[in-house]
C-alpha cells in the first residue's frame, strides 16, 4: 500500500514539474526586467507575444480586456540584446492595488480633473455647442433615420467597425447603456463603416443593441471622425453636446454622466 502512494506521490511530482516546464518554455533563455526601465514600451500583441501567468498566449482582444480591468500588470522579458521578447500579464498584487485605484472613482471626486479628461479626449473637429451635421441613412433592417426626425431626443453615436479591436471590446459596456435609457428620450446609432456582408456576419455573433447602420463612411466623413471607436452625444436641440475618441476604462462613465446633464438628471 505504501508502495503504491510512494509511487502515485512520484508520479504527480514529476507530472507538475513537467507542467511547469512547458509553462515556461516561451521564457527560456529570457531575461525579467522591471516595467520602469522602459516606460514607453507598447502592449501590443501584435508587436510582441502576451502571455498569462499559466503560459498561454492572449489575443489582441484578451490583452485589451486585462489592461483595461486595471487587474493585471505587465512583466517584460529580454532576450541579451536587451529586445523584449515575451510579455506577461500577472495579476496585481494586493500593494499594487492599493495604489491601482479605480479611475471612476477618481474622477468622480474631482471635477476639475474629469472636464480635463473630457476636453483632452474629445473629436477637435467637433466643436461643443454647434450644429450637428445633418443625416439621412437607413438602418440595417431598412428603416430611415434622419437627425431632423430626431430632434428633441437624446442622440448618442457610435462610430466604429468589425475590425477594430477596442470597438469590439466596448461593445458589452455600451449595451448597458442602452438597456439603462430604455425609457428615456435618448437614441443609440451605430454608424459602422463595413457592408452587410461583414456586418451581418458579426452581430449574429456578437449582440450589439444600438440602432445599426451599415456602410457609414458618407456620416463619418460629415462628422469629420478621424479615429476608432468615436463617440458623439447631441443633444435635443441638436447640437454637438461631446465627443470622446478612443476606448478608455472611463469612456461609458463619460457619456452616461453627459447623458445624465442633458435629461436635466444632474
Not at 479626449?121 to 438602418?139: C, K, R
Not at 475590425?163 to 454608424?191: H, M, Q, R
Amino acid at each position: 500500500m505504501y508502495t503504491r502512494i510512494f509511487t502515485l506521490v512520484v508520479l504527480l511530482i514529476n507530472l507538475n514539474l513537467t507542467l511547469l516546464s512547458a509553462q515556461n518554455d516561451h521564457l527560456k533563455g529570457l531575461t525579467k526586467v522591471d516595467l520602469l526601465q522602459m516606460p514607453d514600451v507598447n502592449i501590443e500583441p501584435d508587436k510582441y507575444p502576451v502571455y498569462n501567468t499559466f503560459g498561454q498566449k492572449l489575443t489582441d482582444v484578451q490583452v485589451l480586456q486585462a489592461m483595461m480591468s486595471q487587474k493585471y500588470l505587465p512583466d517584460l522579458y529580454v532576450d541579451n540584446n536587451g529586445d523584449i521578447k515575451a510579455i506577461v500579464l500577472r495579476p496585481v498584487s494586493i500593494e499594487e492595488n492599493i495604489s491601482l485605484k479605480p479611475i471612476p472613482e477618481e474622477i468622480d471626486n474631482n471635477s476639475e480633473s474629469f472636464d480635463a479628461l473630457v476636453k483632452a479626449m474629445a473629436n477637435p473637429n467637433l466643436v461643443e455647442g454647434s450644429s450637428a451635421p445633418d443625416f439621412e441613412i437607413t438602418d440595417i433592417n431598412g428603416k430611415k433615420y434622419s437627425l431632423q426626425s430626431l430632434k428633441g431626443k437624446v442622440i448618442v453615436m457610435n462610430f466604429w467597425f468589425t475590425d477594430c479591436k477596442p470597438c469590439k471590446v466596448e461593445i458589452p459596456e455600451l449595451n448597458t447603456l442602452v438597456e439603462k435609457y430604455s425609457a428615456e428620450d435618448v437614441v443609440f446609432l451605430g454608424f459602422a463603416l463595413d457592408d452587410n456582408s461583414k456586418l451581418d456576419p458579426f452581430l449574429e455573433k456578437t449582440e450589439f443593441k444600438y440602432t445599426m447602420f451599415p456602410n457609414s463612411k458618407n456620416v463619418a466623413d460629415s462628422y469629420k471622425i478621424s479615429g476608432y471607436p468615436t463617440h458623439v452625444v447631441i443633444d435635443k436641440d441638436s447640437k454637438i453636446a461631446f465627443s470622446t475618441v478612443s476606448y478608455s476604462a472611463i469612456t461609458t462613465l463619460i457619456i452616461e454622466r453627459n447623458i445624465n446633464k442633458l435629461l436635466g438628471k444632474e
